[in-house]
């Protein structure tokens, strides 16, 4: 995040803006929309767009060339003077001051940005691409324009109105925002929306007056994060992931899916690595009961899948065992995911007819599968955890039936911009594995269908990018 969106108050601050023309004028105009006082310093005729601004008492022409004192009392700094001389003095007599400053279309001289901003006040929606594309966050804006109608703005003014009595019906914050929660995504909005704003207000009254302040019943949603790319995740459990009060999460959900979790939620790290279970799996289970017991909304966020290779089944068990309510969500398994970003079809009419899920984890130096069901023709065998126990695996798939010469792949980080795909045979692959210096987590994938990688890959990651301009 190369810039930290805030939200300035200016009513009745004063604000520089260097500059006269088009551009200032809007910059201008911007600045008083939020109530600030504008100094205006350029020296001679302004743009015809300024007109407009002539009815503010709150903008002053100072028509002479930007000095230093003109900063005096000031909040903010705009420079649209559109000549690198001046811009580069406003710029620099700003930041010896520490004062924040935009120099319109020269990135390196902004301590902030304007986003494109989207005005449903008091609800502001602002969308910034950190002086990028200013034409992108525009685009952007313009499709939140259809999401968010003007009557959200209604919404939020009513929902100030009650906010005090809220407050006062309810001690614990929790069932404040599960309160909230509530009314606004059920039928008082709907009648915000359809214009019954007096009718929204009699109902809104209605339901706290209904409403018991007790500790919430608190409930566990396990929710399948996928392989890593957030763009995989469901709706339903972006909705559970934005209204839980706790995150309990795994190892292998990724960062940007950690992002999009409620961003006051109490996070607790429970991740497995090899030889490093940071909590027992009965502690996990144990945990979940104790939190939802408090009466909190427990997101227990697992990559994958959480009923395959993901001990999903054991934590419900434990819960329906303690009398918790939870709901599931599935997720993407990395073998569906991995394999469509490597371009490896799991099955195909010609290739492979069957697939077989299995974990490659190493017990005592030592896999404990059943090989003769699984080293079989036209089939594909997808292996999770399978890199440190992989020169195991390929002796045994190989003594019990398949080639070695069988197309095999392992990929590391699928779906992610850092996705790596080596791709060998059964005889091949251990040694290609270390020669790549592959970290988990990995996935492994045997059989004919591997050969079609070449020909179906469609995904190129920033580190094949990389790789290729090298």
Excluded at 8 to 26: F, I, N
Excluded at 64 to 78: P, T
Excluded at 90 to 96: I, L, N, T, Y
Aim: proline share 6%; charged share 25%.
């Amino acid at each position: 995040m190369n810039f930290l969106p805030i939200f300035l108050d200016l009513r009745g601050k004063t604000c520089l803006v260097a500059g006269g023309g088009e551009t200032a004028a809007r910059k201008a105009g911007l600045l008083l929309q939020a109530g600030a006082w504008i100094r205006l310093a350029h020296n001679g005729e302004l743009a015809p767009a300024f007109a407009e601004h002539k009815i503010h008492d709150r903008i002053t022409h100072l028509n002479a060339a930007f000095d230093d004192a003109m900063l005096d009392g000031v909040e903010i700094v705009i420079s649209a003077a559109e000549d690198d001389v001046i811009d580069r003095k406003v710029f620099d007599a700003a930041r010896a001051r520490h004062l924040p400053v935009n120099v319109v279309d020269k990135p390196a001289m902004c301590s902030f940005v304007l986003p494109a901003i989207l005005d449903r006040s008091p609800m502001i929606v602002a969308v910034g691409t950190g002086g990028a594309s200013p034409v992108l966050a525009r685009l952007l804006r313009a499709r939140l324009e259809t999401l968010i109608p003007a009557s959200y703005g209604r919404l939020a003014h009513l929902a100030e109105s009650f906010r005090e009595q809220v407050k006062a019906k309810f001690s614990h914050p929790p069932m404040r925002r599960i309160f909230w929660e509530k009314v606004l995504q059920g039928p008082v909005a709907e009648m915000v929306f359809s214009g019954k704003e007096d009718d929204a207000a009699k109902l809104l009254q209605h339901t706290l007056d209904q409403e018991v302040d007790v500790q919430p019943v608190g409930e566990v949603y396990l929710v399948g994060a996928g392989p890593g790319n957030p763009d995989l995740l469901t709706f339903r459990a972006l909705r559970l992931m934005q209204q839980a009060d706790v995150v309990v999460h795994d190892n292998l959900v990724s960062e940007p899916i950690m992002d999009m979790c409620r961003r006051d939620a109490e996070r607790i790290y429970v991740g497995k690595k090899r030889a490093d279970h940071a909590v027992p799996q009965e502690d996990i289970n144990m945990l979940l009961v104790r939190l939802a017991k408090e009466g909190k909304r427990v997101l227990r966020l697992k990559g994958g899948d959480p009923f395959i290779f993901g001990r999903g089944g054991e934590e419900i068990e434990t819960l329906v065992d303690h009398g918790v309510p939870f709901q599931v969500v599935p997720g993407i398994t990395a073998a569906a995911g991995v394999a469509s970003y490597a371009g490896i079809p799991l099955t195909h009419r010609d290739y492979a007819q069957s697939v077989t899920f299995v974990t490659g984890h190493l017990k005592d130096d030592s896999i404990n599968l059943d090989w003769s069901s699984i080293a079989k023709p036209n089939q594909t065998i997808v292996i999770y955890m399978g890199l440190q126990g992989l020169p195991v695996l390929s002796k045994e798939l190989v003594r019990h039936g398949l080639p070695p010469q069988t197309p095999a792949a392992i990929v590391q980080q699928g779906t992610t911009p850092h996705q790596r795909v080596v791709v060998g045979t059964l005889e091949t692959l251990p040694v290609l594995a270390v020669e790549a210096n592959l970290k988990p987590p990995t996935l492994i994938i045997v059989g004919n269908v591997v050969s079609l990688h070449e020909k179906l890959k469609w995904f190129v990651s920033e580190d094949d990018r990389a790789a290729s301009t090298k």
